[in-house]
């Protein structure tokens, strides 16, 4: 198991870079505009919030955090949902929405994870490092702005005998969900394009260890060719063993492959 997929990576604050927002075929650019809305419950610290890899067959799943501060930021051209980017333009971005944000993280839970745990509270144990990476950085936000229209990342209410214990550093700030916020709000869509640069690296590197299966193509989800080695070969390591690797659809839902 590498590094990257145990623990996550976090950039520190940094001098934000501006753009202007541009309009193309792929629909309007995601602005600060609804993330300004907050502005007058005194928040001035977001934490934009995506997760990729929800919907794959193998390699870990991945939340990313991009904090922006709503007196300062300014737009940031060329950031899109990453599933509308090449990977070339996620690649050429990458550093730049690092070095926009005021913290940004990137938070992994591994397919041994998911499979001992589910992919909800996956999700919220990868949510959970990447929000503790950003307060290791010294940054403290004060609401969480999280695509889709469920909260996973806030610790689970009442814990039962057999739940595991809340980190002590989980996230305790309030969370808005908005649907479609990855396609809307530039805070979501920065962390959606940092979280899969850094999952496609990681796949690229178990691609190496597994190269039959194409990783460094499909990046874990279930392509033809994919699917194919996986029933004859059988499972490795990083497969979601839980999950109906071969039959019907797929336990979980989250964005599809895009074969960059």
Known sequence: MTQAVQAGTVKAPAKPRSGSPKVTGRGKAPTLRHERTFKAQGVRLLAGVDEVGR???????????????????????????????????????????RRWSVASAVGH?????????????????????????????????????????????????????????????????PVHTKVKADMQCLSVAAASVIAKVERDRTMRELHAEYPDFGWDINKGYATVLHRDVLRTAGPTPYHRVSWRLLGGELQGTGDMPDGV
Do not use: Y
């Open 55 to 97: 919907g794959a067959l193998a390699g870990p799943v991945s939340v990313g955090i991009a904090v922006v501060d709503l007196e300062r930021q300014k737009s940031l051209a060329g950031v899109r949902d990453s599933k509308l980017l090449s990977a070339p333009e996620r690649e050429r971005l990458e550093p730049l929405v």
């Open 109 to 173: 839970a591994s397919a041994h994870e998911i499979d001992a745990l589910g992919i909800i509270a996956a999700l919220r144990l990868a949510g959970t490092r990447a929000w503790q990476d950003i307060l290791s950085a010294g940054v403290i936000p004060d609401m969480v702005l999280l695509d889709g229209s469920h909260n996973w990342l806030s610790p689970a209410g009442q814990l039962s005998l057999f739940d595991q214990e809340v980190p002590e550093a989980a996230c305790d700030a």
